[in-house]
């Protein structure tokens, strides 16, 4: 499961997951979790530094999206 | 764990999921799982109706992000 995805500690911050989409225009994802649980979302559309667009996530809110990513959410 | 999440049904499409980050500035997060497991990301990070960025993810890419967000992912 590992694969694809480079994984990085930021001292005193949290951790950062880039995940590699095998995209020739550029598109990946990067996601900061935190120490304290908040999720920054950021997702490159293009080549280059500047994400398209950031989201800050709460731990939970964070869970529900990654639920429907990953075919695990069930209503209830 | 359904709190905070719209599902519609798309017919002959797949399900939609809107995950409501209950951000006055208009912050959210849109799924569209196909039936063939691929996955439109569609994320709004102001009022209105054109997304910031979109993706188009496989089930398996899907799949990484959602571990990574959800908080259960672990490297090989």
Redesign the interface.
């Known amino acids: ?5 480079r ?1 990085q500690e930021l001292p005193g911050l949290g951790t950062r ?1 880039d ?1 590699d ?1 095998h995209s020739s225009s550029g ?1 990946r ?1 990067s ?1 900061v ?1 935190s120490r304290d649980g908040k ?1 920054h ?1 950021y ?1 490159f ?1 293009a080549v280059g530094d500047d ?5 800050e ?1 709460t ?1 939970e ?16």
Chains 1, 2 share one sequence.
Not at 1 to 5: A, E, I, P
């Open positions: 499961m590992g694969k694809g995805v994984i997951y995940v989409l598109e994802v996601i979790v999720r979302l997702v559309t994400p398209a667009a950031v989201l996530l731990e809110q964070a869970r529900k999206v990654g639920a429907v990513l990953a075919g695990t959410f069930f209503s209830d």
